[in-house]
């Protein structure tokens, strides 16, 4: 199955600190079995409302391949991961 990760990170954090975030979740995909197809950089934009009294983040989309089961621990791991805002992972219909 095909899906997507959305998250934000703080745009506060360093860029290359922000990097390795983005190269880590690229990663944990690729050990645990998955294929990650692309991540879109989207850059810093406003928030909808204040994150932890910030209101801005850099958006990151991970697009990845994997079974069903591997989506918890995605989460799992970037719910614990410094500078991570939110995520939210989707099945994708491309």
Same mark, same amino acid.
């Given at each position: 199955?095909?899906? /997507?990760?959305?998250?934000?990170?703080?745009?506060?954090? %360093?860029? /290359? %600190? $922000?990097?390795?975030?983005?190269? !880590?979740? /690229?990663?944990?995909?690729?050990?645990?079995?998955? #294929?990650?197809?692309?991540?879109?950089?989207?850059?810093?934009?406003?928030? @909808?409302?204040?994150?932890?009294?910030?209101?801005? %983040?850099?958006?990151?989309?991970?697009?990845? /391949? %994997?079974?069903?089961?591997?989506?918890?621990?995605?989460? $799992?791991? @970037?719910?614990? #991961?410094?500078?991570?805002? $939110? !995520?939210?992972? #989707?099945?994708?219909?491309?």
């Amino acid at each position: 199955m095909k899906y /997507e990760m959305l998250y934000l990170i703080d745009s506060a954090v %360093a860029e /290359e %600190a $922000r990097d390795a975030t983005i190269a !880590r979740f /690229e990663d944990l995909v690729k050990s645990l079995g998955g #294929t990650a197809v692309s991540t879109d950089k989207w850059g810093v934009k406003k928030l @909808a409302y204040p994150i932890n009294y910030k209101s801005e %983040a850099f958006y990151a989309l991970l697009t990845y /391949e %994997a079974d069903g089961s591997f989506n918890k621990e995605l989460d $799992r791991v @970037a719910g614990i #991961t410094d500078g991570v805002l $939110r !995520r939210m992972i #989707t099945k994708s219909n491309a």
